[in-house]
């Protein structure tokens, strides 16, 4: 039983860092699926079964909130360099170059390594493209690169 609530708090946990609630229904189907049969095939009794059932339920409901609280606790917060330097760099920032030149607008932040520019500015062609926070050399109320802007268009990456 004890086994069965963990593997429903990992699997819980997991899903809250991806998904939204909707893929908790089948999740605690297919779970209460998988406790049963288990159950019966060990020769519990009906039950225990059921106890099993409702208590890998309840783990995976609150280890999803947990998940999806811790995850956007994360996605909150500045992004930070390799270093463990905070940089404040939040959406709709401007970035420039190295060359003070203007390379885009952020739009968000897709991991901790990573910024997505809005495909609203004229350079992105209407997809929004991705550059590396490595680029960052500071930020004043904009976001400055250690590249000039015109390097860093050549090299972003489409993310769409």
């Known amino acids: 039983?004890?086994?069965?609530?963990?593997?429903?708090?990992?699997?819980?946990?997991?899903?809250?860092?991806?998904?939204?609630?909707?893929?908790?229904?089948?999740?605690?189907?297919?779970?209460a699926l998988g406790t049963a049969v288990v159950g019966a095939a060990s020769g519990?009794?009906?039950?225990?079964?059921?106890?099993?059932?409702?208590?890998?339920?309840?783990a995976i409901q609150i280890s999803y909130l947990s998940a999806t609280i811790?995850?956007?606790v994360v996605v909150g917060l500045p992004l930070e360099r390799n270093a463990g330097l905070a940089l404040d760099i939040w959406e709709h920032m401007e970035v420039v170059g190295s060359d003070g030149e203007y390379v885009g607008t952020i739009e968000h932040a897709q991991s901790a390594d990573r910024i997505v520019l809005t495909c609203d500015d004229p350079k992105a062609g209407g997809?929004?493209?991705?550059?590396?926070?490595s680029l960052v050399d500071y930020v004043d109320g904009k976001v400055h690169l250690n590249k000039p802007s015109e390097k860093v268009v050549l090299e972003w990456k489409s993310a769409a």
């Open 70 to 72: 811790a995850r956007a």
């Open 1 to 31: 039983m004890v086994i069965a609530i963990g593997i429903g708090a990992l699997i819980g946990g997991a899903l809250g860092l991806r998904w939204n609630v909707f893929i908790l229904i089948p999740a605690i189907i297919l779970a």
């Open 127 to 133: 997809k929004p493209h991705l550059i590396s926070v």
């Open 44 to 58: 519990d009794e009906a039950w225990l079964v059921g106890l099993t059932i409702f208590l890998v339920a309840a």
